[in-house]
């Protein structure tokens, strides 16, 4: 299929939450995007092995959570390409697979305040639009270390209530507190399930 405004999802969705999925939808309102692919990192290059549970487990939960959405995607690819998730090889990737498409990369704010550290980041900005997504109170001036050629690439949207963290579900779990109506119902069963997150 190939859609003219294309939305890639990145992130380590340790767990994927509510707060991911209201963000993807108003991005894909707001940018009137035809599709919106989300795209668990493999092996994410910025964190150490051991804070971060398989990707498969990852992979299956971003599943269950976007399968009622028609407009919502998952793609392997981080998973399947060996070696650290460098979101300029994706990114690449998605370009020569959709060469007449729009590319538009959504990501957390936080992530994208960072993105002078990641590879290529000049290049990367060129191949996709960035929507740094942000909660309530963001304040421009955290944006004042990027130069222009960044920033012109990069567009905030700010979700109402997006306070859930997957560092917050993490702890909650562990300290054997609900995470209901924090994450969707099959993505809660499958953390009981396999006892992630349990410390
Ligand atoms: P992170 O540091 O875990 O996330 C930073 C913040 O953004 C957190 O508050 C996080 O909330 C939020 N966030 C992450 N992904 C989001 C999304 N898609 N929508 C809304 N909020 C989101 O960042 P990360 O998840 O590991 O990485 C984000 C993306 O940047 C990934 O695709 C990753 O591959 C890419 N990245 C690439 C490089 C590189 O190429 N060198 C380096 C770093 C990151 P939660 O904790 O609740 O998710």
């Known amino acids: 299929m190939n859609s003219d405004k294309i939305g890639l999802m990145g992130g380590t969705f340790n767990p994927i939450h509510y707060g991911h999925l209201v963000a993807a939808e108003e991005a ?19 964190r150490t092995p051991r804070s971060v549970i398989p990707a498969e487990d990852r992979y299956i939960m971003t599943a ?49 305040l960072e ?18 997504v942000t909660r309530p109170g963001y304040n421009a001036e955290c944006l004042k270390n990027l130069d222009r050629e960044i920033l012109d690439n990069v567009s905030l949207l700010e979700i109402p209530g997006y306070a859930i963290s997957s560092t ?28 992630l997150y349990r410390q």
Do not use: C
């Open 115 to 132: 993105i002078l550290t990641w590879r290529d980041p000049y290049e990367l900005v060129k191949l996709a639009h960035f929507i740094a």
């Open 64 to 112: 269950l959570a976007i399968a009622t959405n028609p407009y919502f995607n998952i793609s392997r690819i981080e998973i399947e390409r060996p070696g650290p998730s460098y979101t300029i090889d994706t990114v690449r990737a998605f370009r020569e697979m959709y060469p007449d498409s729009q590319l538009f990369f959504i990501t957390g704010l936080d992530a994208i």
């Open 168 to 195: 917050l579900i993490r702890e909650r779990v562990a300290q054997g507190k609900p995470i209901r109506y924090m994450v969707p119902e099959p993505v809660e069963a499958y953390i009981r399930k396999h006892g």
């Open 28 to 46: 894909r309102h707001q940018f009137n995007l035809d599709q919106v692919i989300f795209i668990p990192s493999g092996y994410p290059p910025h």
